[in-house]
């Protein structure tokens, strides 16, 4: 079908062709434009990167003025969650969520709060970190709560509903892949702490344990170093 297409058609590579003019007027007027044009791709190139400069600091700037440490609620859809104890919160605000417990009526301020009709939406939260990473900084994403609470269904999600880990991974490569003027190495770990114990949620698992256990190659240890930071084993 392709060769069908070109039948017809001579490809000659671009550096092999030469043009011979009578007065030479149209090769020298070739040679000016492409001159002209890489000045202007080194203007632009020095333009983005000035840009970039300028976005990289904006950014910083909000994360400061935010906080580095931002926490949200999300508060699960009950009707879909097999606990059965589980009971709606007694006031959910933008920033503000109140619980009852024994009796007692508690109540917890947050940068965000997701009521139960928000789906996946927290992913909007996460983008800035995101491009944060890019741009060299260390950054983690956590879930935190009780058992059946949604932390699998909001970092993972469903098939039709994506958590935030894979679309993170699409936001990561998408900005990798359109920006030209720097190389990205990617490297991922996924890991649950569970009664004190870490585990490697990427470890593969022997076939003689069922998908929800866990064996000793996929237990880790959690060092203190010398100089007093944290190091996980593996
Ligand atoms: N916001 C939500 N919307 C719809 N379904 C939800 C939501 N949150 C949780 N669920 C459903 O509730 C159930 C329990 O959620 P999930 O497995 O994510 O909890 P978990 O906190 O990871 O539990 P565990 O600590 O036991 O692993 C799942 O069937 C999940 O699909």
Redesign the pocket.
Known sequence: MEKEAMAGHVMVPLQSLSLELPDGESVVGYNKDTSALQEEILTLQSRQRHLDRRRREALDKLIDLKGSIRVFC?V??LV???NLNAKSPVTVEQEKIAVKSVGIKKEFSVDRVFG?ESTQGCFQEVKPILRSALDGHNVCILAY??????????MEG?DGKLGIVPRAIQELFSHASEDSSSTYSFSISMLEVYLGSLKDLLAPRQPLFRSTECNTACNLSILATKSGAVEVEG
């Open positions: 999300r699960p859809l879909q969650t097999n139960q709560g009780q058992t059946g609470t949604g932390k699998t269904y909001t469903t």
